[in-house]
């Protein structure tokens, strides 16, 4: 189809949390023609760790993009050794978060090069470059936002919440610190001026598409532009494929449901996707609904869904000619 | 011998820089009571290398001293792993310098303690605390000394001169750079004042002893203490029998000699000791003279030198309190 030819160049934006998020930007990839696909990552899970700036939805984008993704995990690289990692019990070190070897030496050349002062933003093209990835990867900001996970155990920083505590804690309330001070960056906003398509990945509401949309500006940027931007839900038979998202919806008193979804981001979305499974709930989506296989196992799944989505967003876009 | 039963607990001060002040430094550790010694090392080496503070010097000492130094390499860790130098390459990083996996682990966490304010020596007992080290490691002060040397192809830092360049380049000079500013720390105070006996391990006088001597009063303290000072001779047989000490000692003019050492560092010196190969040697050293076996092969030689070395220290000690 024409979109995958050389000579179409569309702009694709996408918004992506983790591992969902990094599966259909990979299939993105593969679907469109090299340079076509921004993805703007959530930083909102970036933190220190050993002294060195970790930011894990930005390193899952990158190294499922560059194809060194470790699958069984959903984390981190293949092939992972943990030398450094073992060591670190003789002296001390914080073993909660499990760094393997080859992961710590992206983290030491961005911390390096972010200790002299470039930017979250010049610093991830440096590191796509170095992997030979195609797309652009764009931090949602270049300054730190931070989110905060508000418990009925306490306040706990992301990855205290995700990781160290498994989402044990039943949540209370999110916030996004350092947001009201964050700007979006001219690399984000020429990605949105340009983009003639935004995806929301199949990414965590709360903790994963909320803290791209609470760096200021960016929903109602959103919300105004007239490009479609089209969403896929996380939530599949009423739970997430990978992640707390349902356990979450629960804890906030809601249904652990595609609706969920739609009724928390409707307001900047033209249209949505919902799995097979949820295909009775597609009458009750305010929005033009694509029901199709949502669930991305291979590379061969990431791009026909990912095709498909590009067709179905596009049509809302001739749709929208059509009736001005 | 008296020195080793528990019940005395001399304190011994030794300076070191790296591979032969870290052997001798084992000996005397296995020579005296838990407790007795402190080593007082060389930082002039020390440097930024991918984003991580690095002290070479310090680092040979703690691993001699625990035991996990790697005897082959003379540097770093046994049963080293080399997976994150390995993927620097793909992320551009420098590999001139080898970092091993364990070793980095190091690395990690006292760069991680500095940047929060800890002083290196603080981080560095903190180090050897947790390898286990029962005497006391010191760097030669908290300030940065960095060694510059100054070589007929310009003026190269410390590491770069010896490991990028592997000292080819012909030297001129060499300073501290820094040195003016450094204080003698209260821990090297006060292990100075409390020393029974300084031992000048068989370290370079010119980049390993000097940087020691550069730290503002330090020399000055030495030449005016009663405490017996003993050097050991680093040059055997006309040779280094590690590093550049006796390409150096050329290329300044010099005769590559235990006798160059002597001039050097004589005036802090109460005697000297020379290895066997050069007992002939021994009527041209102003100073009381030691002649003995100075290689070091084993624990067993490391052990059996140090104790001569002690004996041979408490005796100027002996004989000075007699003529007093």
Same mark, same amino acid.
């Given at each position: 189809?024409?979109?995958? %030819?050389?000579?179409?160049k569309p ?6 949390g983790g591992?969902?998020? !990094? ?7 593969a679907? @469109?023609?090299?340079?076509c696909?921004?993805?703007? =990552? ?12 970790i930011?894990p *939805?930005l390193?899952?984008v990158?190294y ?7 699958p069984?995990?959903?984390?981190g690289r293949?092939?992972?050794?943990w030398? =450094?990692?073992g060591e670190m019990a003789?002296?001390g070190g914080?073993?909660w978060?499990r760094?393997? *070897?080859r992961?710590?030496?992206l983290?030491? #050349?961005?911390?390096e090069?972010l #200790?002299?002062? /470039?930017?979250?933003?010049k610093?991830?093209d440096?590191?796509?470059r170095?992997?030979g990835i ?7 900001c270049?300054?730190?936002? #931070?989110?905060?996970?508000h418990?009925e155990?306490g306040? @706990?920083p992301?990855? +205290?919440?995700f990781v #160290?505590r498994?989402?044990?804690?039943a949540? =209370? *309330?999110?916030s996004?610190?350092?947001?009201e ?6 690399? &984000?906003?020429?990605a949105l001026?340009a !983009? ?6 199949p ?6 598409? *909320?803290?791209? @949309?609470?760096?200021p500006?960016l929903r109602?940027? /959103?919300?105004?532009s007239? %490009?479609?931007? =089209?969403a &896929? ?15 979450m919806m ?5 249904m652990?449901s595609?609706l969920?979804?739609? $009724? +928390?981001?409707g307001?900047?979305? $033209?249209?949505f996707v919902?799995d097979?499974?949820?295909?009775e709930?597609a009458? !009750?989506v305010?929005l ?9 196992t291979d ?6 869904? !990912?095709?498909e989505i590009l067709?179905?967003?596009f049509?809302?876009?001739? %749709?929208?000619?059509?009736?001005a």
């Amino acid at each position: 189809m024409a979109l995958t %030819t050389k000579s179409v160049k569309p702009k694709i934006v996408a918004l992506a949390g983790g591992v969902g998020g !990094a599966k259909l930007a990979t299939g993105l990839q593969a679907a @469109l023609p090299p340079g076509c696909l921004t993805v703007i =990552v959530n930083t909102g899970d970036d933190f220190e760790h050993w002294g060195l700036s970790i930011c894990p *939805d930005l390193d899952t984008v990158l190294y499922n993009l560059a194809h060194l993704n470790n699958p069984e995990m959903g984390w981190g690289r293949q092939d992972e050794a943990w030398t =450094v990692l073992g060591e670190m019990a003789r002296f001390g070190g914080e073993e909660w978060f499990r760094i393997g *070897d080859r992961d710590l030496a992206l983290h030491l #050349r961005r911390t390096e090069w972010l #200790r002299r002062g /470039l930017s979250l933003t010049k610093a991830t093209d440096r590191l796509r470059r170095l992997l030979g990835i195609p797309s652009v990867i764009l931090p949602m900001c270049d300054e730190p936002v #931070r989110t905060l996970v508000h418990t009925e155990e306490g306040d @706990l920083p992301f990855q +205290h919440y995700f990781v #160290r505590r498994r989402c044990e804690p039943a949540l =209370v *309330d999110i916030s996004f610190v350092g947001a009201e001070s964050a700007t979006l960056s001219p690399e &984000v906003q020429k990605a949105l001026y340009a !983009a003639e398509l935004v995806i929301f990945c199949p990414s965590n509401p709360y903790v994963s598409i *909320d803290p791209i @949309l609470s760096v200021p500006g960016l929903r109602d940027f /959103l919300r105004r532009s007239s %490009t479609p931007k =089209v969403a &896929v839900s996380p939530i599949v038979g009423g739970q997430a494929l990978k992640g707390p998202a349902a356990k979450m919806m629960r804890e906030l008193g809601e249904m652990s449901s595609p609706l969920t979804v739609v $009724d +928390h981001l409707g307001d900047v979305l $033209d249209g949505f996707v919902i799995d097979r499974t949820d295909a009775e709930l597609a009458g !009750a989506v305010i929005l033009p609904t694509l029901v199709t296989d949502t669930i991305m196992t291979d590379l061969a799944s990431k791009e026909r869904l !990912a095709q498909e989505i590009l067709t179905f967003g596009f049509s809302l876009k001739a %749709t929208a000619l059509l009736a001005a």
